[in-house]
């Protein structure tokens, strides 16, 4: 094991979650939901709450909070809620409903879970999580999601990477759009009836702390640029991932870390930043100037088989190469769960296969998912009913028919497990200031399973925020705050000097030229395999990139109208700092587990090797200012249900 | 290849507005409708000129929030195509291509390309839902839904809300996004409660938006990059005489 110097990081105290429940597991969400302080609807009436972004989490907890009688004011960057990007989730849902009869149970689906995030995520968020599932599905299905349905009219189900059960509930393709729908429209709903206030084209820039308490947000209206103070009693920021540091990513091109990056800064723990999920099944980089990758569902591996050839750099076209000169690695390598290993499993081993030049397409950097075999067994009709749109979409960018020629596939940067620390309640370290959804960290560890990212956000905003953030509000009326409160024109003003500076520079390089620079060197030192050496490149090359950012970034003018390259030029400003933090993260595990892999810890057979004894921990880190070294918070994870083994799927 | 593109540029809201071309060189056919206006974007940045502005965000033909005239259909020549996922080997090296915002009265132009779609979200607070509030749900296997009905609203349910239809249609109609809603909560039986009273109300809201009415002409289905039938309009309009006192 290597040794790990401290320089890049300090040490701090460790912390805890407060509000860590204790008992059987089983009981636990059910006695925190019954012990939390209740508002009562007459002062609910006279409490504003704050969500930012309308995602799954941020949508469903806006019309939650609402329906539970709360003032709700909800912001998105998009020029409409329901554009945020759970839409594009395609392949499902899981739950523990176990209608299959196949042995599923709320039990086995928290132990997938943890097993799948490689034992860095706490036990008790996991067990509540698969806990709830059940009823996200009840919800959703009420609200008119039109979830497929087998002949009987009952609701169908599928398998996910990382399970031997079929638990996954899905809406074809489009499972993500038509959830997001469900809670977009259960928010509209409250829209129309005034007691949510919606406000699109707007950012939030900065987070407002009185007293130590988040007491509202700074946001730019995109249309007009005005820089606007909105003040309430709590904020709940569901902004998303930070996949986008990588600027080649799944996410959508507006996706970004702002909300939380400001927040950070403000003092809330980031932590696990460098658990980032690289998606195995995503379609190659064709051109240069692709500023975007396209996921292909999971799900796909249901029935497409995933080989390349025996030969390395093979010339010939995929059907001139005979069976017995295939090599379908994912089966060879893991019989018990062939092509639906985890992602982080998958991913891996598709970049092994192309690092030793069996790679296939330009550049040999992607390899075959073959539906022959499925075709054949069950025909045309029975793989496009499942997959139609799919194909589509892959003909569509690539001209191929996927019944007629295997797709090519490599994996991308999809989903980040880090996030803003928070407590059982989704409380950050800030009072006030709550995190739900792919913006927090909370419930997948080092690597999230395949169909949990909706059950994950989903859960948090019906269910669990709703009920927690009363506990913190039980407490209000809070300080008199007035826009004229100093803490809010300080902050003001700083997001309005930010914005001038960024105007100021006038440089001759493009945000985007810098954005692609700091991608592709994150995704050479902090992407599918991490070293040592790599990341301390990339920490001596960041500082000087940023440095270079400030001096020659160019924006063309104007802070007051609508302005799409200032919007960008402060996310990539953000990405090139939070970019860091990532690759100290990532340095100072040196450890592998789940979708982190260091190169210096990995078994005999090239898997990730965990070592339990020294990073059995969530690492919180604390702001010290740009460049200075982090501060480390080490939150202890404790197994009584689970016990942590080397993960094997073979 | 090499393109000619007339765009629309209109600095604001009270610009008039006016058609400009611009050369763009070194595109490659596998690129995104798209990525051709970002590098013409990124082109006119380093020259210190103004790059053109639209909306986009999933470049993968689902958020809806990209949408377009090119050369006067919505969305460009493809079917059942988004711009992000247009790809450029459908035109020919050496093509002018003209590239207009949205038009239609109710989505005012904000930028070049960019429109205010927000009538839409309007239409849906409007009834555009059903009302059951979190955690109030029976098991979800109480109601079974045959498989042609979940199979029909799903069909409806796909709409991204892009507003190409209203673009394309010679009245400015919403009517196919506004029925779309309508069918795919109207064939459920959780949205049969409401389904008169969502009928009607969405359609006030459509109406007193300025959208204009439905006749019938099916431009808009042919432009759906979703491919949404026109027969959910007539779906619509039976709720809404159903509905009538």
């Known amino acids: 094991m290597l040794k790990t110097d401290k320089t890049f990081y300090v040490d701090g105290l460790s912390i805890a979650d407060g509000k860590a429940p204790s008992g059987p597991i089983e009981s636990r969400w059910g006695r925190r939901e019954s012990e939390v302080r209740l508002v009562s609807p007459a002062n609910k009436r006279r409490l504003t709450v704050i969500v930012v972004g309308t995602g799954l989490a941020g949508s469903s907890a806006a019309a939650t909070l609402a329906e539970l009688g709360y003032r709700v004011v909800s912001f998105c960057y998009q020029d409409s809620p329901r554009r945020a990007h759970s839409i594009a989730a395609q392949g499902g849902i899981n739950a523990a409903k176990n209608y299959r009869n196949d042995g599923d149970s709320v039990w086995r689906l928290c132990h997938d879970t943890v097993k799948g995030g490689d034992f860095r995520s706490r036990e008790s968020n996991v067990y509540r999580l698969a806990e709830i599932s059940s009823r996200i599905i009840d919800h959703c299905v009420?609200?008119?999601?039109?979830?497929?349905?087998?002949?009987?009219?009952?609701?169908?189900?599928?398998?996910?990477?990382?399970?031997?059960?079929?638990?996954?509930?899905?809406?074809?393709?489009?499972?993500?759009?038509?959830?997001?729908?469900?809670?977009?429209?259960?928010?509209?709903?409250?829209?129309?009836?005034?007691?949510?206030?919606?406000?699109?084209?707007?950012?939030?820039?900065?987070?407002?702390?009185?007293?130590?308490?988040?007491?509202?947000?700074?946001t730019r209206d995109l249309v007009t640029g005005e820089v606007i103070t909105y003040l309430a009693d709590a904020v709940v920021l569901a902004t998303g991932g930070y996949g986008n540091v990588f600027h080649l990513s799944t996410n959508a091109k507006g996706c970004n870390a702002t909300a939380i990056w400001r927040a950070h800064r403000r003092g809330a723990l980031f932590a696990n930043p460098c658990y980032t999920q690289i998606h195995p099944t995503c379609i190659p980089v064709s051109n240069d100037h692709q500023c975007k990758l396209t996921l292909m569902s999971e799900s796909l591996r249901n029935d497409g088989r995933v080989w390349v050839p025996t030969r390395a750099r093979d010339p010939r076209s995929p059907d001139r190469i005979p069976e017995g000169e295939r090599d379908y690695f994912l089966e060879r390598t893991y019989p018990r769960f062939g092509n639906l290993v985890p992602r982080d499993i998958a991913s891996r081993a598709v970049k092994r296969v192309c690092d030793s030049g069996r790679g296939v397409g330009p550049g040999g950097r992607g390899v075959y998912l073959d539906f022959a075999d499925a075709l054949d067994r069950l025909g045309r009709a029975s793989i496009q009913a499942k997959y139609g749109n799919l194909f589509q979409m892959y003909q569509r960018i690539t001209g191929d028919d996927p019944c007629c020629v295997p797709m090519r596939i490599y994996p991308?940067?999809?989903?980040?497990?880090?996030?803003?620390?928070?407590?059982?309640?989704?409380?950050?370290?800030?009072?006030?200031?709550?995190?739900?959804?792919?913006?927090?960290?909370?419930?997948?560890?080092?690597?999230?399973?395949?169909?949990?990212?909706?059950?994950?956000?989903?859960?948090?905003?019906?269910?669990?925020?709703?009920?927690?953030?009363?506990?913190?509000?039980?407490?209000?009326?809070?300080?008199?705050?007035?826009?004229?409160h100093p803490a809010v024109t300080a902050t003001e003003s700083e997001v309005r000097?930010?914005?001038?500076?960024?105007?100021?520079?006038?440089?001759?390089?493009?945000?985007?030229?810098?954005?692609?620079?700091?991608?592709?060197?994150?995704w050479d030192h902090c992407g599918m395999e991490r070293t040592d050496r790599g990341l301390r490149s990339a920490?001596?090359?960041?500082?000087?990139?940023?440095?270079?950012?400030w001096q020659r970034v160019k924006v063309p003018s104007g802070g007051r109208r609508f302005n799409q390259?200032?919007?960008?030029?402060?996310?990539?400003?953000?990405?090139?700092?939070?970019?860091?933090?990532?690759?100290?993260?990532?340095?100072?595990?040196?450890?592998?587990?789940?979708?982190?892999?260091?190169?210096?810890?990995?078994?005999?057979?090239?898997?990730?090797?965990r070592d339990d004894t020294n990073f059995g921990y969530v690492a919180a880190w604390e702001y010290a200012g740009v460049g200075r070294p982090p501060v480390l918070h080490r939150e202890e994870l404790g197994f009584s249900y689970f016990e942590p083994t080397q993960r094997s799927y073979q | 290849m090499r393109f000619t593109l007339r765009i629309w540029r209109q600095r604001d809201r009270d610009d008039t507005g006016a058609m400009v071309s611009y050369p763009v060189d070194h595109v490659s056919p596998d690129m995104s409708f798209l990525e051709m206006l970002d590098v013409l974007n990124e082109e006119l940045v380093r020259r210190g000129e103004e790059p053109v502005a639209f909306d986009?965000?999933?470049?993968?033909?689902?958020?809806?929030?990209?949408?377009?005239?090119?050369?006067?259909?919505?969305?460009?020549?493809?079917?059942?195509?988004?711009?992000?996922?247009?790809?450029?080997?459908?035109?020919?090296?050496?093509?002018?291509?003209?590239?207009?915002?949205?038009?239609?009265?109710?989505?005012?132009?904000?930028?070049?390309?960019?429109?205010?779609?927000?009538?839409?979200?309007?239409?849906?607070?409007?009834?555009?839902?059903?009302?059951?509030?979190?955690?109030?749900?029976p098991d979800a296997h109480a109601l079974p839904v045959s498989t042609s009905s979940a199979e029909a609203s799903f069909e409806a349910a796909v709409c991204i809300g892009c507003g190409a239809c209203v673009a394309a249609c010679p009245n400015g109609s919403a009517m196919l996004f506004t029925a779309?809603?309508?069918?795919?909560?109207?064939?459920?039986?959780?949205?049969?409660?409401?389904?008169?009273?969502?009928?009607?109300?969405?359609?006030?809201?459509?109406?007193?938006?300025?959208?204009?009415?439905?006749?019938?002409?099916?431009?808009?289905?042919?432009v759906c990059p979703k491919s949404i039938p026109l027969d959910v309009i007539s779906r619509l309009n039976r709720d809404l005489l159903h509905g009538q006192p």
Not at chain 1, 420 to 437: E, K, R
Not at chain 1, 539 to 549: D, M, N, V
Not at chain 1, 565 to 588: I, N, P, T
Not at chain 2, 180 to 203: C, D, F, I, S
């Open chain 1, 142 to 218: 009420a609200q008119g999601v039109p979830f497929a349905r087998e002949y009987g009219g009952l609701l169908d189900t599928r398998s996910f990477g990382g399970a031997q059960v079929s638990r996954t509930f899905y809406a074809r393709g489009q499972t993500g759009q038509q959830l997001l729908l469900g809670a977009y429209q259960a928010m509209a709903k409250q829209i129309g009836a005034g007691k949510v206030r919606q406000y699109p084209r707007t950012e939030m820039l900065d987070l407002i702390v009185v007293d130590g308490r988040a007491r509202g947000v700074v």
């Open chain 1, 412 to 484: 991308a940067v999809h989903y980040t497990m880090g996030g803003l620390w928070v407590d059982y309640d989704l409380h950050s370290t800030i009072p006030g200031l709550f995190v739900i959804g792919e913006a927090n960290f909370s419930d997948h560890g080092a690597n999230r399973l395949g169909a949990s990212a909706l059950m994950q956000g989903l859960a948090d905003g019906y269910f669990v925020l709703p009920n927690t953030i009363g506990d913190y509000l039980a407490d209000a009326p809070f300080e008199e705050v007035d826009l004229d």
């Open chain 1, 497 to 522: 000097g930010r914005i001038a500076a960024l105007l100021a520079v006038d440089g001759d390089r493009t945000v985007e030229e810098f954005h692609r620079e700091l991608g592709q060197l994150m």
């Open chain 1, 539 to 549: 920490l001596a090359r960041i500082p000087a990139l940023r440095e270079e950012y």
């Open chain 1, 565 to 609: 390259e200032l919007e960008k030029a402060g996310r990539v400003a953000d990405f090139l700092e939070l970019a860091e933090l990532m690759c100290v993260d990532a340095l100072h595990r040196t450890e592998s587990c789940g979708s982190h892999f260091r190169t210096e810890s990995q078994t005999d057979d090239g898997e990730a090797r």
């Open chain 2, 56 to 137: 986009h965000d999933c470049r993968e033909g689902i958020c809806g929030a990209c949408g377009m005239m090119i050369n006067g259909m919505a969305h460009g020549p493809q079917r059942a195509t988004t711009a992000c996922q247009l790809s450029m080997r459908h035109f020919a090296d050496g093509d002018t291509i003209t590239v207009e915002p949205w038009r239609a009265r109710p989505f005012g132009v904000i930028k070049d390309l960019v429109v205010d779609r927000s009538a839409f979200d309007r239409i849906i607070a409007s009834g555009g839902y059903v009302s059951v509030p979190a955690g109030s749900a």
């Open chain 2, 180 to 222: 779309a809603k309508a069918t795919h909560l109207g064939l459920l039986p959780q949205g049969q409660p409401e389904r008169y009273v969502r009928a009607a109300e969405m359609v006030r809201t459509h109406d007193e938006l300025g959208f204009g009415g439905c006749t019938s002409m099916g431009e808009c289905t042919a």
